[in-house]
């Protein structure tokens, strides 16, 4: 672009000043940046916990289900078992029944790649990972669900 003035006027032929140094074609304070910056965090926040499910709280859980559970580091074993259960499979509109069925039979086909280790509390257990975003879980040692989730990719945050 030719940022040279026009003898004369200063003025071009349609009425534009023409500058000897390029100006900024929008000049921002701190404070519009501020006020953008927080009108975009408010509107992630509230899109993001909108679209969150909400979880019957007065759900009961059976004792068959609840059999198949460890306590680990919770208070209860129904504590543990919600916990779980809540952050790994309501969002996909699985029961509790279902979740622990699934987690059983992922146990059961996936024991030959199970990996010894500590659970945070101390009891010798499992962990089993099928690769970066799939399935896994930790387990006890005689195959109690301590936890177990579906996949990465499709896990509520």
Same mark, same amino acid.
């Given at each position: 672009?030719? +940022? ?25 304070? *701190?404070?519009? *940046?501020?006020? @953008?910056? *927080?009108?975009?965090?408010?509107? &992630?926040?509230? @899109?993001?916990?909108?679209? #969150?499910?909400? $979880? $019957? ?6 004792? !068959?289900? @609840?059999? %198949? ?9 129904? /504590?543990? /078992?919600?916990? %779980?259960?809540?952050? %790994? &499979? ?6 509790? !029944? !279902?979740?622990?069925?699934? &987690?059983?039979? +992922?146990?059961? /086909?996936?024991?030959?790649? /199970?990996?010894? @280790?500590?659970?945070?509390?101390? !009891? ?19 195959? #109690? *669900? ?12």
């Amino acid at each position: 672009m030719n +940022f040279r003035r026009k003898k004369g006027t200063g003025l071009s032929k349609w009425g534009q000043v023409f500058y000897s140094k390029p100006v900024p074609i929008c000049v921002v304070g *701190i404070r519009p *940046i501020f006020s @953008l910056s *927080i009108f975009v965090f408010l509107a &992630a926040v509230f @899109l993001f916990s909108s679209c #969150k499910q909400k $979880v $019957v709280p007065n759900l009961v859980f059976s004792e !068959e289900t @609840l059999s %198949h559970w460890d306590r680990a580091t919770f208070p209860t074993v129904e /504590a543990c /078992a919600r916990y %779980h259960w809540e952050k %790994h &499979a309501a969002y996909l509109g699985k029961t509790p !029944e !279902e979740y622990t069925k699934d &987690a059983i039979q +992922f146990f059961s /086909a996936n024991r030959s790649n /199970a990996r010894p @280790l500590r659970l945070k509390d101390g !009891e010798e257990g499992f962990v089993i990972r099928t690769g970066p975003g799939g399935p896994g879980g930790y387990f006890t040692s005689d195959g #109690k *669900i301590v936890s177990f989730w579906y996949s990465y990719a499709r896990r509520r945050r």
